[in-house]
């Protein structure tokens, strides 16, 4: 099992070290996996939010790694199949004990996507010609990207 990271949640007892070579719940990380469930399902908070609550209060809830949490982070532990125990490490699959029951995923599943719903048509820049234009090639819709350097 060396070499690779187990997803959020999930910590290795390496053979080497005395254990049984399992993979077994970190019941730490559960713990801020099921405040973070909470944020998102109660409060109804993005992923981004999320994140940004995660680095704000470092000593309640400390990154495995010192690394800052970003949205990206946060909704990839929210879709890991591990969170109910359809573990894939190093290539081979594993049942593993669930962080969250199926039920629950799946509630948090919809949620991410009722977000990127009620995000989706709310853009940060105005653009004159937004919704105009499309690729000849293609014909789907081009985008904008905004720039701060003048």
């Known amino acids: 099992m060396g070499g690779h990271t187990l997803p959020f949640g999930y910590v290795a007892t390496p ?4 254990g049984s070579g399992k993979i077994m719940v970190d019941l730490r990380e559960k713990a801020v996996l099921l405040t973070t469930i909470d944020w ?5 908070l993005s992923t981004l939010s999320i994140a940004n609550r995660l680095n ?12 800052k949490r970003y949205r ?3 909704y990839r532990i929210f879709t890991n199949p591990a969170c109910h125990g359809k573990l894939t490490y190093s290539g081979q699959s594993y049942e593993v004990e669930p962080l969250i029951d199926h039920a629950t995923f799946q ?3 919809e949620a991410l996507h009722a977000n990127q719903r009620r995000t989706q048509g709310h853009p940060k820049h105005d653009y004159l010609l937004r919704g105009f ?6 014909e789907k819709s081009l985008s904008g990207l905004y720039n701060r350097k003048q």
């Open 56 to 67: 704000t209060d470092r000593s309640q809830f400390p990154p495995k790694y010192g690394q």
């Open 107 to 109: 509630r948090i599943q």
């Open 15 to 18: 053979k080497r070290a005395g």
């Open 133 to 138: 234009l499309k690729c000849k090639h293609c």
């Open 40 to 44: 998102l399902l109660h409060e109804h």
């Open 72 to 74: 990206s982070t946060v």
